[in-house]
């Protein structure tokens, strides 16, 4: 079974830090994605990782993808309130999507 | 990417009682998928509806509870049955229209009194 792990579960970070959310899965993986969600609303696409060693960036946020160690970092620079949501990573299984546990981020003056 | 059009966006519903939630997409999509989001938590696939065949559950969920239809390409339902509080959570749809891009609906949120 396919186990999708985020850590940390909660992140509190202060304006203009940095910091890295990491995303580990069980079972062999191409395709990783990463969402984003605001409170009551549904997920926004920000990322999707297609292939070992794939970087992408947009804006303050990169995000890797190793799929030999089972494992994808999202990486925020110089943070801002605006940042503030709840991330989640999800890998394409068998042409379906399972879920991390999800970040919920919350970044302060 | 497909746009998804999903209602209702929340309903209060009497415990007992069923629920359809509806998911139209813009474009004819293969596979179509149906994703629960209890509070605070993350999200678990219910099933995943495919036109002309019956949809296939994940583990936890029956056909029973959460009856699905899939009449064409771009249309699904999702009925969530006699619900008890326990079934309060956010229902999303969603759909993969091009290799590696899904979209997901704009949720809707269910209480059960």
């Known amino acids: 079974e396919l186990k999708v792990e985020q850590n940390p579960l909660f992140l509190s970070m202060q304006e203009g830090k940095n910091y890295t959310i990491y995303c580990n899965y069980s079972?062999?993986?191409?395709?990783l994605y990463w969402y984003r969600q605001d409170p009551g609303k549904s997920l926004e696409s920000l990322f999707v990782?297609?292939?070992?060693?794939a970087v992408k960036q947009e804006g303050r946020l990169m995000a890797s993808l190793d799929t030999k160690a089972r494992l994808s970092t999202l990486h925020i620079t110089a943070a801002v309130h605006d940042l503030s949501a709840t991330y989640f990573c999800?890998?394409?299984?068998?042409?379906?999507?399972?879920f991390g546990t999800g970040t919920r981020l919350q970044v302060f003056p | 990417s497909a746009v998804i059009s999903q209602k209702p966006s929340r309903d209060i519903c009497q415990r007992g009682t069923s629920l359809t939630i509806q998911c139209q997409v813009d474009s004819q999509v293969t596979m179509m998928f149906w994703y629960r989001q209890q509070p605070g938590q993350s999200l678990t696939l219910i099933a995943t509806a495919n036109q002309g065949s019956e949809a296939t559950y994940e583990s936890g969920f029956v056909i029973d509870k959460f009856p699905i239809s899939r009449p064409n390409l771009t249309f699904s339902t999702l009925t969530v049955s006699n619900m008890s509080p326990e079934d309060s959570s956010i229902y999303l749809c969603?759909?993969?229209?091009?290799?590696?891009?899904?979209?997901f609906g704009s949720g809707t949120r269910l209480t059960v009194v």
């Open positions: 990782l297609l292939s070992n060693g």
């Open positions: 969603s759909v993969e229209k091009n290799q590696g891009s899904y979209t």
């Open positions: 079972t062999t993986s191409d395709r």
């Open positions: 999800a890998v394409d299984k068998a042409d379906k999507l399972i």
